[in-house]
């Protein structure tokens, strides 16, 4: 039996009074940082610069200036283990950072100023810190697509890879090589996408087990396609399914599109839809990808009807005048949780343009699926977060984890008259959610930034490092252990 519960219900707990969290800053000290101003501000490539080693340590990526970034090992207590120095060019950018059980991966960008791209391999000890000689992992014209790097969530297998287009920019095939943990050429890799017609965007996940999923988006934004590429062996297993077209009389079509490959080895996605001619978003659409049953376990629809804008609108105590439709969504997370319970986030953010405008983060979607791909319960979160145009989505929008099946969420805001971190639990079981709860560190509320949430991490579920500025220590940002109680 499907079971359904209305958002208002979950949004009004969601809402309900704040308390005050219990916690301590166990260690504190002084930290530099440099924004990175290359990066696109809605679609950043580094949303993690600080990833724990255990429950003990963690490697922390930072700009130390415009030509330098630092590789850094530190423990609980804020001891370094040691540091590497990582040189830049002026045509350098960094596209990607993580690490396997040996040794951190920092991925570059270069134009080489001689009409080539290239991707760089930086691949750095988590023993010792020592530095092994950057490996080119491909290349690619510099008028083409920007070349592109996806790597397993063990960090074990690394695919770096270049499209090509046709004249229209339309995806016909995408070629590189697939590298190992230690950035040895495993294979050589090629996808012929012809057979697909009007592709415009492509996804690409890689199992631990070196296994390719491509997600393609064709059929002028209506057909989603998936290919699985085994790393041994030449079958490749195709799943598609139109998603856009025709539907109560209005032409719908893909808006933005999700996917992630969970531990349990299966692929997921989901897509929003809008209406093609007012642009309304129409519904979300999630699926879930079996290959080796060779099936498509597709959830119900939810459709953005009329009532459901207006639960949210009752709800919203920050704007003077109500939306008249839904706007500025995007599909943010897909989580997997030990119940086999897909939870689909989506999160509302803008700028109102010009150069100078401030940036807004708002409501968070959610909604979940039980192991059937059955609605299991929806919500949406309320805030309300504002930043300068300089700082963007740097210190705003969530950091997200997921402990058994309490999903964690923690936000910058000011609520009740306090600045501060919150944070929300939330039972993925049955939707129901704690209150926002001050982490207690009285964030500084003046000009300057005072939370950078990409060098945000979770080493338990009650030992958060961060990099925060506090009113306490109000000269400069802080890199922060918080112990909750």
């Not at 290359?38 to 950043?44: A, I, L, V």
Request: net charge neutral; aromatic share 10%.
């Amino acid at each position: 039996m499907k079971k359904f519960i209305y958002p208002l219900f979950i949004l009004l707990v969601l809402s309900s009074g704040l308390v005050k969290a219990q916690s301590k800053t166990k260690a504190s000290s002084p930290f530099a940082y440099i924004p990175d101003n290359s990066e696109d501000r809605y679609n950043q490539r580094i949303t993690q610069k600080t990833i724990p080693v255990g429950q003990n340590e963690f490697v922390i990526l930072s700009r130390r200036s415009e030509s330098e970034y630092a590789v850094e090992k530190i423990n609980t207590d804020l001891k370094k283990a040691w540091s590497a120095t990582l040189p830049v060019s002026t045509s350098e950018t960094i596209d990607a950072f993580f690490i396997n059980g040996e040794a951190a991966i920092v991925i570059t960008h270069r134009n080489n100023g001689q009409g080539s791209q290239q991707l760089y391999g930086h691949r750095i000890s988590l023993h010792n810190g020592a530095k092994q000689e950057p490996v080119l992992l491909v290349e690619a014209p510099s008028k083409a697509r920007r070349a592109s790097i996806t790597a397993s969530a063990d960090g074990s297998k690394i695919l770096a890879y270049r499209y090509q287009t046709d004249g229209n920019q339309q995806l016909r095939s995408i070629s590189g090589t697939m590298y190992d943990g230690n950035l040895a050429s495993i294979k050589n890799i090629s996808y012929n996408l012809t057979d697909l017609p009007a592709i415009l965007s492509a996804d690409v996940q890689l199992s631990n087990t070196g296994d390719q999923y491509i997600n393609l988006i064709s059929d002028n934004m209506r057909r989603l396609t998936v290919k699985q590429y085994p790393l041994n062996g030449t079958e490749v297993k195709v799943m598609s399914v139109l998603v856009g077209g025709v539907f109560e009389g209005r032409k719908v079509y893909i808006m933005d599109s999700k996917f992630s490959l969970m531990p349990d080895g299966q692929l997921y996605g989901a897509v929003l839809t809008s209406d093609e001619d007012s642009g309304q978003y129409y519904s979300l659409k999630a699926v879930k990808f079996n290959f080796e049953a060779e099936d498509m376990v597709f959830a119900e629809e939810f459709k953005f009807t009329p009532t459901y804008l207006a639960s949210i609108n009752q709800l919203d105590k920050y704007s003077a005048t109500k939306p008249d439709r839904l706007e500025d969504i995007y599909l943010s997370d897909l989580v997997l949780t030990p119940e086999q319970k897909l939870v689909v986030m989506a999160e509302k953010k803008y700028t109102e343009g010009g150069e100078n405008s401030p940036y807004y983060a708002r409501e968070i979607h959610l909604f979940a699926y039980d192991e059937f791909m059955d609605n299991a319960w929806s919500s949406v979160l309320m805030k309300h977060q504002k930043a300068p145009a300089d700082e963007a989505f740097s210190g705003i929008s969530y950091k997200a984890k997921l402990f058994g099946n309490n999903l964690h969420l923690l936000t910058l805001e000011e609520l009740n008259g306090k600045y501060d971190l919150y944070l929300r639990r939330i039972n993925t079981s049955t939707g129901t959610a704690d209150a926002p709860k001050a982490i207690g560190l009285n964030v500084a509320n003046d000009k300057s930034i005072a939370y950078v949430k990409d060098f945000t991490a979770w080493l338990t579920d009650r030992n958060i490092i961060t990099v925060v500025r506090p009113t306490k220590k109000a000269n400069s940002l802080q890199l922060s252990r918080i112990l909750l109680k």
